[in-house]
């Protein structure tokens, strides 16, 4: 029995999502993003999933596409599987960005290509002394994909994404926490505790608020003050009088934990 590419877990509200080609630094190849898209989908829909992990197996996150397969399609000069593979990627990013979970990619090694562009696509990003980014396209004439343009440009600025999508240079682990790629640096023995603790910390708060966080941050870069303020008077109304609001309040004033997610 061939061993699954991608692993599925649910414990505790918390979903991981593993890459699981470690022979291959996790490249993505034949079905991986088409499998990736359904278990993304299934889980926004999920209740009783309250965050998501995306990581890899083995001593890297994820090494990008499978360059020897874009090979064979030059030779044949066909497209036609890119572009569907484009297509399922585009519908993987938008998915990443509107699920109402919080998104973390555990970025356990090197990340390049669209590999750093997949953990940059998630709202948070957690790593290791062994984290590595590289927006490694040019390095093969190509240009960045995964929503790249977007989502690198949003964290270090014009400047310094034309800086790193031009040249392809490595990004060491304290580099990417220095530029905000990284939200936590953490050491490697305790990398994947620390990932867990964080994840079931995001997982015990109140859905909602954190869905309605997640699509105030999302929202356009640039929009003016009165979009944000509009925002925040829209979503607060509605918060305050949910189960969640209810909830934290009053064990606010019982002096006790709030027990989130409940109805």
Known sequence: MDTPQILFDVTDHVATITLNRPEAMNALAGDMRERLLDGLTGYAADNDVRCVVITGAGRAFCAGGDI??????QADSDTSVLESHLGT??????LLRGMPQPVIA?????AAGGGMNLALACDMRLGCEKTLFSESFVKIGLIPDWGGFDSLVRLVGAAKAMELMMTGERISAEEAHRLGLL????????FHDQVRAFAERLAAG??????????GIQGPAGAPLTAALDFEHRNQAQLILSPDAREGMQAFLEKRPPQFGKT
């Open 206 to 215: 109140p859905p909602q608020a954190l869905a309605a966080i997640k699509r």
């Open 89 to 94: 990627v585009e519908k993987v990013v938008t």
């Open 106 to 110: 555990a970025v356990n090694g090197p």
């Open 68 to 73: 020897a397969a874009m090979a064979r399609w």
């Open 183 to 190: 939200n936590q640096l953490y050491p490697l023995d305790t």
